[in-house]
């Protein structure tokens, strides 16, 4: 690997470590819901709103976004936000009240934009050959913050409930437990801030605010010496037919919402819409949950999670070797069409289930709770888990189910589990491998550098609204009210129109330069 080469893995491994703290972010946050829930006295919604409260904040994040990275430079921007991480995870750990856990996850959210600047940046730096791997070691760090955040979960809910000795040595307890999964964001997020003053500022953008001296010496450090004066003209020349210094934001919106930028405003638009709305943002945030739907313990539950995070792992590993050889489009149309038929093995297995509590299965109740409220539902078969739940909050109320889930879906729950386990251990690795890179490589792709400040953040604040917002805050709500069975099969409905988008509109961009993509998409 020659030393341009090296420069740019280094520098784009650096910016995308943002995204192992997002992975520890979205995922944390599932190990503490059961515990949150109980100490704030929280409904469904209210629990939603603080899964999503970094959706809220993204959507401010990534408006700001635009101008900061554009004015200040990408570099400069995202030292910003990995501050603002830091301070995230401190006031979350440190959390009195459930507004202020909201606010401080809020404030995380602003940090989300990380995400798009990272594609923005690594597209800029990319030798066009090994972009796609590149771009794609943001999904790579995201799978690994996402499996870290696992394994945490795991062995401080199974530490606690064994009562280990390193939690006693450390105070941990089932008490503070959730604290000390969100603050262990705090270590990664400084690392990131400390490693980020390595990293060169794009060429590009300094190209584009007439910093030509200084693009060149950015671009030498990760361009062989022979192809330096050809790219850095190829940079200049594809900013000649715009005066970018005479742009407001508003005008580089309008040039954004062009005819000539249509096709890729379409296409970043819908991928990211599609990408949220299969669902993995809520499976992720909510795995363990989905697994106590199976019947379980607690801790076997998160085991679960980790293993299948685990594979999910692989299979993004997997995808960043073939990018580059396949290409985008053919490894996004298989990797949706793998999807549709994970997801629909999942609403399958949820559809088949039955739920009864026995006369045995009462009696392994009766240390948690007075089985005399649940006798009216013994023998009693529900087909659906919704109206399971629902007898059982009418019998032993609301904070009792909350409590006690975990153990009477296990007490009750007729279920081919291991069916739904590798449909959802399916759907994650469908999805880490396809989906997950590809949406942010093409991002990185079709937008040109005149509009890459404004145009990606867009895309990411569309991402937010989905995946953010309104798939983590109405899952819990969805699972309440509608049930695994309709839930899942809205996912799958999602898969169906991103696969049949992605076949007829998105075109192959491997092996291509950001201004030869930009001369194929505009028609010339």
Not at 106 to 131: D, H, N, Q, T, V
Not at 148 to 168: D, M, P, R, S
Not at 449 to 466: E, H, L, M, N, Y
Request: glycine content about 8%; hydrophobic content about 50%; some cysteine.
């Amino acid at each position: 690997m020659s030393s341009p080469t090296r420069n740019a893995f280094l520098y784009s491994l650096i910016v995308a470590f943002g995204g192992f703290v997002f992975g520890l972010d979205i995922v944390l946050i599932s190990g503490t819901i059961k515990a949150i829930t109980s100490e704030f006295s929280l409904t469904a919604l209210e629990v939603g709103s603080i899964v999503s409260g970094p959706g809220w904040g993204a959507l401010v994040g990534l408006i700001c976004t635009s101008y900061f990275a554009d004015k200040f430079g990408r570099k400069n921007t995202t030292l910003v936000i990995a501050a603002l991480y830091t301070l995230s995870a401190i006031g979350s750990a440190y959390a009195p009240s459930a507004a202020f856990l909201f606010w401080a996850r809020f404030l995380g959210g602003l940090a989300f934009a990380s995400l798009s600047l990272a594609s923005m940046y690594i597209g800029e730096i990319a030798p066009p050959k090994s972009r796609g791997k590149l771009v794609g070691l943001n999904q790579l760090n995201i799978v690994i913050g996402i499996f870290v955040a696992q394994i945490l979960n795991y062995y401080i809910i199974n530490g606690t409930e064994q009562g280990a000795a390193w939690t006693l040595n450390l105070g941990l307890n089932a008490e503070n437990a959730w604290r000390w999964m969100l603050g262990a964001e705090i270590i990664p997020a400084l690392i990131w801030f400390s490693a980020l003053f390595i990293v060169p500022e794009s060429p590009r953008w300094l190209a584009l605010n007439g910093q030509e001296d200084k693009a060149k010496a950015s671009l030498s450090k990760i361009t062989e010496a022979e192809n330096l004066d050809r790219e850095i003209n190829e940079i200049i020349h594809s900013l000649d037919d715009t005066n970018h210094h005479s742009l407001s934001l508003p005008q580089q919106f309008k040039l954004l919402f062009s005819s000539k930028m249509r096709i890729a405003l379409i296409i970043g638009v819908v991928i990211t819409i599609i990408q949220p709305m299969t669902g993995m943002n809520a499976v992720l945030a909510y795995m363990p949950t989905i697994f106590a739907q199976l019947g379980g313990s607690e801790s076997s539950a998160f085991g679960q999670t980790v293993m299948v995070g685990g594979i999910g792992l692989f299979f993004t590993v997997l995808a960043l070797v073939f990018i580059d050889r396949l290409g985008r489009r053919p490894i996004l149309l298989g990797g949706l069409s793998w999807a549709i038929v994970s997801l629909a093995i999942v609403a399958l297995g949820f559809f088949n289930a039955t739920y009864v509590i026995t006369p045995e299965s009462l009696l392994s109740l009766k240390d948690a709770i007075d089985i005399n409220l649940l006798q009216p539902l013994v023998n009693v078969e529900f087909s659906s888990d919704v109206d399971f739940k629902q007898a059982l909050e009418t019998h032993i109320g609301r904070d009792a189910l909350v409590k006690l889930e975990g153990d009477l879906m296990t007490a009750a729950t007729s279920i081919n589990g291991m069916m739904v386990l590798l449909g959802i251990v399916s759907f994650q690795c469908a999805y880490n491998f396809s989906l997950g890179p590809v949406v942010w490589i093409l991002l990185s792709e079709v937008f040109t550098t005149k509009v890459r400040a404004v145009a990606i953040p867009f895309c990411g604040f569309v991402a937010s609204v989905f995946g953010g917002i309104l798939v983590p805050l109405f899952f819990p709500w969805q699972l309440e009210n509608t049930g695994a069975v309709s839930t899942f099969s809205v996912y799958l409905i999602c898969c169906v129109v991103g696969l049949l988008f992605a076949y007829k509109v998105i075109p192959e961009t491997k092996n291509k330069s950001i201004e030869e993509i930009e001369l194929e998409l505009t028609g010339k």
